[in-house]
């Protein structure tokens, strides 16, 4: 018999603040996932892009438009630079924020978490979302979103926890099976945590403060 899951304010509790970022492809339901995630847990949700708009006072198809897909990513980690300085945040990112190596350093200061779907419910939410996506405006975007796939998916793989989504699963559902994974994350992590080392009042190794 599986155990039940702890409930989420323990969950919260364990995690002790540490910022929860989820990562994946555009249309895996970031934000979806995040607010119900985020009022399980008592955290604050935070969508990135809108913040990105926010700061910008423009939205994202402008920015892109005015300054290239370089500019975006340039604000992208100026905004994630201000979120890191927050705690007990469930931030929804944008799809291409694993691409700069400088984001990482924020991401692993909190628990990265994968939202991967297959490549035809991505394209099946797209398709049905009016939001203008830049790195898709293209005559064929199934192609393009292919392409961005094969080169974003080792990054992502990089991520604490991955959820691989089913066709017809709620957000809801899916926020759960994060609940549900982070124990087993936060155990290993804390296993695999550097041994503390004690220093005497000169600086050297001891065993003791006395």
Do not use: C
């Amino acid at each position: 018999m599986t155990a039940a899951p702890p409930p989420a304010g323990d969950l919260a509790r364990r995690l002790k603040g540490l910022n929860l970022y989820l990562v994946g492809m555009m249309g895996a339901g970031k934000s979806a996932t995040g607010r119900p995630l985020a009022e399980a847990l008592g955290y604050r949700f935070i969508d990135a892009d809108r913040v990105i708009e926010q700061t910008a006072g423009r939205t994202i198809p402008e920015i892109f438009a005015s300054d290239g897909e370089e500019g975006f990513r340039q604000l992208e980690s100026a905004v994630l630079d201000s979120i890191a300085h927050w705690h007990s945040l469930v931030v929804a990112t944008g799809g291409g924020v694993v691409t700069r190596p400088h984001n990482w350093g924020h991401l692993h200061q909190g628990v990265v978490i994968w939202l991967d779907a297959p490549r035809e419910l991505l394209l099946e939410r797209l398709s049905a979302d009016a939001t203008v996506r830049p790195l898709l405006a293209l005559s064929d975007p199934a192609e393009r979103l292919e392409a961005l796939l094969a080169e974003r998916r080792p990054l992502y793989g990089q991520a604490d926890l991955t959820v691989i989504q089913q066709p017809g699963e709620s957000p809801q559902r899916i926020a759960q099976r994060v609940l549900e994974g982070l124990p087993s994350l936060l155990r290993q992590r804390q296993q695999n945590a550097p041994p503390v080392q004690l220093l005497d009042r000169d600086g050297q190794p001891t065993t003791n403060l006395n």
